[in-house]
C-alpha cells in the first residue's frame, strides 16, 4: 500500500464575535485538513492547528510530493525521512541525495505542523487498513476518556464576572472539570475573576487555569498564592514564552498547584526537559500543531515512564484514542463547551465522537472514527 496523493483542506469560520486570550485575537476558528490517499483507495484524515495557513499548506504539497511512493504503513520511515529535512546534513546543501537541502529554521513550526497532518493522516489510514480504531490498535480498550471544556476568553464590553456565568453553564451541561482563559486584565481583576468562577461551578468541579505565558517568575509567583485558596487545578503555560524548565522548577517549588505546560512546544526533547527536572505534571502536546501522532506517543511513552499526566491541547476526537492507549499516564483531553466555542468540531464532521457528561465516547470505527462533511469544507475553505 503505498502513498498516492497528499492534500491540504484550510478552513477559516469567522466567529460571531471576536475573542481575546492573554496572548492574541481570534477572529475565526480555523483547521487545516490533511488528506493522504493511497495506491489502493484508503483515505486518511488529519488536521493541523497553525498558521499562517497558507504557508503550512505549502509544506504540506511539497512533502506530498517527497512522500509519494512511500508505504502508507510506514508511518515512522515518512516521519523521519520528513524531520530529518529540518536539519543539516552531509551532502544536503547541495541536495545531492536526492532530498531538498535543509529546511529553513524561521520555518521549523510550520514545517512541524505539516508533518503532524500528514502523520495524522497515517495513523487514520493504519487504523482503516486494520479494520480497528487507533486504540484498539496500539492496544488500548474502549473506555469513555475523561474531558474538560475551556471557555472564559475576553471579549469587548463584557463584564469581569461573565466568564464565570459561561463556565458555569459547562457545569449544567454536565461537566466535570472546567478551563479559564486569564491573567489578560491586572492580577487583581484576575484574582476576582477566578474568584467568581469558584463561587459560580461549586466546590466539587474542577478548576484549570490557562495563562497564556503572562508572567515572570515573582510576578507569577504571587499569582499564584493569590488563586491558591480557590482549589486550582493546574496553571498552564505560566510563564512568559522565553522561560525554561528551570525556571519552571522554581515556580513549582513555591506553590502548591501544579503546572501544565508543553503545548507549544515543538518535540519530545525539549518536553523531556520539562519533565526531568520534574517541574510539570500535566503534559499538553498538541499532535495537530507539532509533529504528529508519531510524536504523541514517544511522549506519552516518556509522561508514563516520569510517573506524570498527559492532558493532549484539543482535537479530543484525535487525543482520545491516545488517552485510551495510557490509561495509567491519562489525565484526559480538551474540549470546547459548545458550539460557539468551536464551530468546526459541530460543523466539519458527519461522524466523529460524542461527548456526553465529561467523557469522550469512542466507538469501534476504524481509524479515528471520523467522516468529513464536504459541504461545510467547501463553504469555509479559505
Not at 2 to 27: G, Q
Not at 32 to 45: A, K, N, S, W
Not at 187 to 204: F, K, N, Q, W
Not at 357 to 369: K, W
Request: some cysteine; aromatic content about 10%; charged content about 20%.
Amino acid at each position: 500500500m503505498k502513498i498516492a496523493s497528499v492534500r491540504a483542506y484550510p478552513i477559516s469560520m469567522p466567529l460571531a464575535v471576536p475573542r481575546w486570550t492573554a496572548h492574541e485575537l481570534m477572529k475565526s476558528a480555523s483547521v487545516i485538513l490533511v488528506e493522504v490517499r493511497t495506491d489502493d483507495g484508503l483515505v486518511g484524515y488529519g488536521q493541523v492547528h497553525g498558521s499562517p495557513l497558507k504557508e503550512i499548506c505549502d509544506w504540506i504539497a511539497r512533502f506530498g510530493e517527497l512522500v509519494a511512493g512511500m508505504d502508507a504503513l510506514g508511518h515512522l520511515q515518512v516521519w523521519e525521512k520528513l524531520f530529518a529535512l529540518t536539519s543539516p546534513r552531509p551532502g544536503g546543501v547541495r541536495a545531492r541525495d536526492g532530498l531538498p537541502p535543509p529546511l529553513p529554521r524561521a520555518s521549523r513550526p510550520q514545517v512541524m505542523a505539516a508533518i503532524g497532518g500528514i502523520d495524522i493522516a497515517l495513523w487514520d489510514i493504519k487504523g482503516k487498513a486494520a479494520g480497528v480504531p487507533v486504540y484498539r490498535l496500539l492496544g488500548g480498550a474502549n473506555r469513555p476518556i475523561f474531558t474538560y471544556a475551556t471557555g472564559g476568553q475576553y471579549y469587548e464590553g463584557a463584564a469581569l464576572d461573565d466568564c464565570a456565568r459561561e463556565l458555569a453553564a459547562f457545569v449544567a451541561n454536565g461537566y466535570r472539570a472546567v478551563k479559564l482563559k486569564c491573567c489578560g486584565e491586572a492580577m487583581t481583576d484576575e484574582v476576582e475573576r477566578v474568584r467568581a468562577t469558584r463561587a459560580a461551578i461549586g466546590p466539587d468541579t474542577l478548576l484549570m487555569l490557562d495563562m497564556n505565558a503572562p508572567y515572570a517568575l515573582d510576578d507569577c509567583i504571587k499569582f499564584a498564592h493569590a488563586v491558591e485558596p480557590f482549589g486550582i487545578h493546574w496553571l498552564e503555560e505560566p510563564l512568559h514564552w522565553y522561560l525554561q524548565p528551570a525556571d519552571f522548577a522554581r515556580l513549582a517549588a513555591e506553590t502548591s498547584i501544579p503546572l501544565a505546560h508543553c503545548e507549544r512546544e515543538l518535540t519530545r526533547f525539549s518536553v523531556r526537559d520539562f519533565l526531568a527536572n520534574g517541574s510539570v505534571y500535566f503534559v499538553q502536546f498538541d499532535s495537530t500543531r507539532h509533529a504528529g501522532f508519531t510524536e504523541s506517543l514517544r511522549i506519552a511513552g516518556l509522561a508514563e515512564q516520569f510517573g506524570v499526566r498527559i492532558a493532549p491541547h484539543q482535537a479530543p476526537e484525535l487525543h482520545a484514542h491516545l488517552c485510551a492507549a495510557f490509561p495509567a499516564a491519562s489525565f484526559g483531553v480538551e474540549s470546547n463547551g459548545n458550539r460557539e466555542r468551536d464551530p468546526l468540531w459541530y460543523g466539519m464532521y458527519t461522524r466523529r465522537p460524542e461527548i456526553r457528561a465529561s467523557q469522550v465516547h469512542l466507538d469501534d470505527v476504524p481509524g479515528f472514527g471520523i467522516e468529513i462533511d464536504w459541504d461545510f469544507v467547501r463553504r469555509y475553505q479559505a
